[in-house]
Each structure stands twice: as structure tokens, then as C-alpha cells.
């Protein structure tokens, strides 16, 4: 059967307008992400869909589904679910690192009630606040065999009272007998593998999702403060990943790389939804993903024995790729996408040269389900994080919260509207379901990104950074992009970031982290003054340039600025009390998206002054007198 109206042409960025002549809704997309899964299963049954590794170094022994053995298992767990009490407007929690069950599990979530994935890196409470907002009480979780810190949460989690049911996962390929599973009062506790074996294979029991109906609840904000956890819809999930999909880059034939964990909608939309289309094979990498160390070691190899096409990852991970040498044929690799934080100019053109491969470039947010805009090979446009997707709109307003239109090439804070944009965070849960608030990110369908940006006519999407980590001295906004790409430029930085450290005369004033390369001899003074004779704002050379052996980053490797902002106004809040007697420690802590001073002085500590020294900076503090 053809679906000629499913597959437009788009190869350039001119098919824009041809494909949104015809409505999105003549499209046909699958009602939900079930209804994806169920045509792919229709279409190609004996087509591999997965092929997972066990760990980095048995890439040569991936457990292969095909598409059909992968809708079955998802049945199987979702009359699990169903079986549990799971309804449509049922969360379930997901918690466990990347393995082949997850992934079941996930689109067997979707299928029964609301998938609710937690990165388990997360703490107790915020765990905790995340399954009451969600109204999760059945949680999949990793077992001792798999992640034994996450197994060990969990069990908490359920001591707690927290939840009914805990279905525990086993690494990829596992053989032999489990470790028994402990009994806590109160909580089914199971294998979900063993449990589910029972359950019918060929149809789920339950009522199947709608367009409208929640697919996923994923927490979004970083690894502090009390993660914000947005909704998604099917219709939501299914058009991001047929945008996706309908790129002409892509085909039948193109194997997909996958490696950032399941909790991250990149995951999710890129590696697992979008390659549904077409029935193309996806090979996940083991449970550690881009973290684990010998996976650089062996993925110039996997790339040729799996003939990879296609990939997504972090900039993060594209540098050090970038180092790492080409000991295999990667002709196979034509399309590695790179998203999730801004692509320093640097770490793009080393991989280039190193690789002779152009990087597919995204841009998107969890709020806007994953993707929004996207690059093309073939049609650069130097500074550009790609052209909207088709059927989302975006536009440049003010940044003073009016929302007033700013003209073609000026720069504001990006809106996006269209059938990606999520309906809104959930913050409560009452006898209907999950309680949705846009929390002021919505209005009037439009979606604040909370990037600054500017947009050319033909759509095209130009950062010019997160509007919270704008380095902001004396009134003058500084790009921190501007310092980090040209510290990237010196031969011997492997990696930068630039964040404000709090000034007494200019508010803040920015600094840098650098890693180097191995064997380096650069010293920090070398890299400040080397800066600062390149950087194109004059105000934007940094104070400093710290050395680390590594620089923060998140779960999915995107990197953490609140960490570095914190050791900064550490750094420059004790050099300024250095001499005050008395003053016994500083510490500076991470309260939402702010930095918080905490100052602990003796009771003999001239308080007063102490106090005066601290007024003058535009931040947080606390001052707490000890003995």
C-alpha cells in the first residue's frame, strides 16, 4: 500500500513551502505512537528494528528483534501494565539506564497509560516529588544486576510508601538465574520479564490511545532545582518524529546509532519514534551509552560491522570523536545529527576535517516535544541551527515580555508554535488525571524557547544563547559563545565553557573553564591573555581561565553552567572576605536556577562588615555565625 501523501520531497530548504500546501491533517499521520509501532510491525514484520549491544565491548553480539518480535513484547508488557490497574491516564515511571527491555517498555508505557522516564541520577526528593506530581505508583526500574544505585533507589523509593509496584529490568542478553528480589510490605515486586511472559502477545487488552491522549511526562531543567516536568501528547510525539523522518536524507536502508538514555526526548522522538517510519534498523548502544569509555575506543568499528548511516548525539561527544583515530571504512556514516546544547564553531570543523563528514545540526526543546529545526549537508548557512520544521512556526519577540514581533534579522527571544508544542507542564494530579499549567511558556499556542535568537526569511533559526546564561556586565549583554569558540580555536583546548562571576562594579564579569589536550603546556595565564586578544568583544575578555581535568555536564552531556557559576561566585566571595577575621568558610550552593552564598563567620567575625562587603553583589546570600 502507498502513502504517497506521507513522503513529500524534502531534500533542500526551498521544499518547505511545497510540503505545507497540503495540510499537515491530509498527511495521515498514526493516531499514536502505538499506531506507529503496529503499521511498522504490518510493513516490514521480519525487518530487524533492534539490534542492541550488551555493553561497548560486546559490540559484535547485539540482541536482534525483529519489527514484529518487538510489537509483541510491547503487548506483553502492556496487559503487564493493564493487569497493574494502568489506564490511559496512568503514569508509569521509568527508571534504568538504556537496555533492550527499556526500550519495550517505554512504547508498552505509551500503550497502556503515560510513560514517565526519570533520570535516576536525579535525588530522593526530587524522585520523589517527580512520581507524586506524576501520580506514578508503578515504577520500572533497573535491577541489581544492571545499575545496583538505581536498584538501590528504588527500594527506597518504595519504603517511602511511594509506590504499589516495582517491575525490576535486567541487562541486555542477560542469562541465568536473577538475584532473589527482596519482599517490601505493601509493594508488588517482580522481574518484569518473568511477569510478562504470561501475558498475550498478539493484541493489548486495554483501549487503545488517542491523538490527543499523553504519551510521556519528561522532566526538563537540568540536575537541580525541582525539575518541571512537561506532557507530551501522541499527536505531539508522532508529528516531531514524521519531521524527522520525512527528510529525504534518509531511507529504508539507513541504520540509526542511538546512545543517550531514554529519559532524554532526543532518545525518544530521534532514535526510537522517527526510525519507525521508514522500518529502519536502530543499534543502542549499552547501558552506560556515550559514557562509557571503551565505546570510543571500539565505535569507529561498530560504525563499519553495523554499516551506521545515521547517529545523534551532544556536541560533547563529537569532540572527542574528533580525537579519537579512524581505524575502520566509515563510509557508511553519512549523517551524524548533533543537538541538545549549542555546536561550538570549532568542535564542528575539527570533526569535519577529521572525519570528511558534514554534522547535521538541531535545534529543539522538550517543550516543543524534541526537534524544531534542523541543518542540511548540502545547504550550508554558516551560523544557522537549520530551518524550521514543517507545520511549526517561529518568530523573534521582545525580551521584555511583551511579545512584541521584532523584524526579519533582529535578534529576541524565539517563539514557536505548531503541532509539536506540548500542552503544558504537569503540577498536580486530581480525579481527571494530570493537572496541566503552561506556567507562562504558552501563550496564545506560542511557545517561549527562553533562547535568543534571530530568523532569516526563509525560516533559518541563528542562537544567540540562552537568555538566562547571557553574561550581563555593566548592562552589555555577552554571548558566552563568543568567549568558548575562541578558546576552542587554540590547538590545545579540548573543551570551554564561559559563565558571569559576580563583580561589585559591573554586575558580573565573565570567566572561562577550559580541558586540554593530553600533555598539554598551556598554563591558564597563557589561555586569559591569548583570549583576549582574539575574542571580537572587548568585554567579553575573560577575567580568568580555570584549568579542569573535566567541565560538568548533564546526564545526556549537554554542559552544566550552574556548576561552574557556583565554584565562580565561591572563588570571587572568598578573595573579597579574605580579609575580614573571622570568616571561617564559604560555601555556594545551587537553589533552582540561582547561586546561593552561604558565609559562616565566628561569633567574634565583624558581622557588619562582613554584611557591607556582601551587599554590594548582585547575589544570593546567607550569613550564619558558628562557634
Not at 264 to 274: G, I, K, P, Q, Y
Request: overall charge negative; charged content about 20%.
Amino acid at each position: 500500500m502507498t502513502e504517497p501523501l506521507l513522503w513529500p520531497d524534502y531534500a533542500t530548504p526551498a521544499d518547505l513551502a511545497a510540503i505545507e500546501a497540503v495540510p499537515l491533517e491530509a498527511r495521515r499521520l498514526p493516531e499514536s505512537t502505538y499506531a506507529l509501532l503496529a503499521r511498522a510491525a504490518t510493513r516490514w514484520p521480519d525487518r530487524t528494528a533492534l539490534n542492541v549491544l550488551p555493553d561497548a565491548a560486546r559490540w559484535r553480539e547485539p540482541l536482534r528483534r525483529t519489527f514484529i518480535e518487538l510489537l509483541a513484547d510491547v503487548h506483553r508488557v502492556a496487559n503487564l501494565f493493564h493487569d497493574l490497574g494502568v489506564r490511559r491516564n496512568d503514569a508509569v515511571a521509568l527508571m534504568s539506564p538504556n537496555c533492550a527491555e527499556l526500550i519495550t517498555t517505554t512504547l508498552a508505557a505509551q500503550l497502556a497509560g503515560i510513560a514517565a522516564p526519570l533520570g535516576g541520577g536525579l535525588s530522593r526528593r526530587h524522585l520523589a516529588e517527580l512520581l507524586r506530581r506524576s501520580g506514578a505508583r508503578v515504577l520500572v526500574t533497573a535491577g541489581p544486576e544492571l545499575a545496583p544505585a538505581t536498584w538501590d533507589t528504588a527500594q527506597a523509593l518504595a519504603r517511602d510508601g511511594l509506590l504499589d509496584a516495582i517491575l525490576v529490568l535486567r541487562p541486555t542478553g542477560a542469562a541465568g538465574a536473577p538475584e532473589p528480589l527482596p519482599a517490601i510490605d505493601g509493594v508488588r515486586i517482580g522481574y518484569l520479564g518473568e511477569l510478562a511472559a504470561a501475558e498475550d502477545p498478539s493484541a493489548f487488552t486495554g483501549d487503545l490511545p488517542r491523538s490527543a491522549d499523553l504519551a510521556a511526562m519528561f522532566h526538563t531543567g537540568g540536575t537541580t532545582g525541582a525539575p518541571k516536568l512537561a506532557a507530551h501528547t501522541h499527536a505531539n510525539e508522532v508529528a516531531d518524529a514524521w519531521m524527522l523522518a520525512a527528510s529525504s536524507l534518509f531511507d529504508e536502508q539507513t541504520v540509526v546509532f542511538a546512545a543517550l538514555p531514554l529519559f532524554h526526548v532526543n532518545a525518544l522522538v530521534v532514535t526510537l519514534l522517527a526510525p519507525l517510519f521508514k522500518g529502519q534498523t536502530v543499534v543502542w548502544a549499552g547501558p552506560s551509552g556515550y559514557r562509557d569509555p571503551a565505546l570510543f575506543g571500539a565505535f569507529w568499528k561498530i560504525v563499519e560491522h553495523h554499516r551506521i548511516a545515521a547517529m545523534s548525539a551532544v556536541p560533547t561527544v563529537y569532540a572527542v570523536l574528533a580525537q579519537v583515530p579512524i581505524d575502520a571504512d566509515i563510509s557508511s556514516l553519512r549523517f551524524p545529527m548533533v543537538g541538545a546544547s549549542p555546536l561550538p564553531t570549532a568542535v564542528r570543523d575539527n570533526f569535519q576535517a577529521h572525519t570528511g563528514i558534514t554534522l547535521v545540526e538541531g535545534y529543539g526543546l522538550t517543550e516543543a516535544t524534541c526537534a524544531s529545526a534542523r541543518t542540511f549537508p548540502d545547504a550550508s548557512r554558516p551560523g544557522s541551527v537549520g530551518q524550521r520544521l514543517p507545520y511549526q512556526r517561529v518568530r523573534v519577540v521582545a525580551a521584555d515580555g511583551t511579545w512584541e514581533e521584532r523584524s526579519v534579522g533582529a535578534t529576541g527571544v524565539l517563539a514557536i508554535s505548531g503541532p509539536t508544542v506540548f500542552p503544558g507542564y504537569v503540577t498536580d494530579r486530581d480525579q481527571n488525571g494530570p493537572v496541566l499549567d503552561g506556567l507562562g511558556k504558552l501563550v496564545d499556542g506560542w511557545l517561549d524557547t527562553g533562547d535568543l535568537a534571530r530568523a532569516d526569511e526563509d525560516g533559518f533559526v541563528y542562537l544567540a544563547g540562552r537568555a538566562k546564561d547571557l553574561i550581563i556586565r555593566g548592562g552589555h549583554n555577552i554571548d558566552p559563545a563568543i568567549i568558548e569558540d575562541t578558546l576552542l580555536a587554540h590547538p590545545q583546548v579540548t573543551a570551554a565553557s564561559a559563565v558571569g562571576r559576580p563583580d561589585v562594579h559591573a554586575g558580573e564579569v565573565p570567566v572561562a573553564y577550559v580541558t586540554l589536550t593530553p600533555g598539554a603546556t598551556v598554563t591558564e595565564d597563557d589561555l586569559r591573555d591569548w583570549t583576549s586578544d582574539r575574542v571580537p568583544d572587548r568585554t567579553a575578555a575573560p577575567k580568568t581561565v580555570t584549568i579542569l581535568d573535566e567541565l560538568p555536564v548533564t546526564a545526556v552531556g549537554k554542559l552544566y553552567k550552574l556548576a561552574l557559576r557556583k565554584d565562580a561566585a565561591r572563588a570571587e566571595l572568598r578573595a573579597a572576605l579574605d580579609q575580614i577575621a573571622g570568616v571561617q568558610d564559604i560555601e555556594a550552593a545551587i537553589e533552582g536556577s540561582s547561586i546561593v552564598a552561604t558565609v559562616k563567620v565566628h561569633p567574634s567575625a565583624q558581622q557588619e562588615a562582613v554584611k557591607a562587603i556582601l551587599g554590594r553583589y548582585a547575589i544570593e546570600w546567607r550569613l550564619v555565625v558558628v562557634s
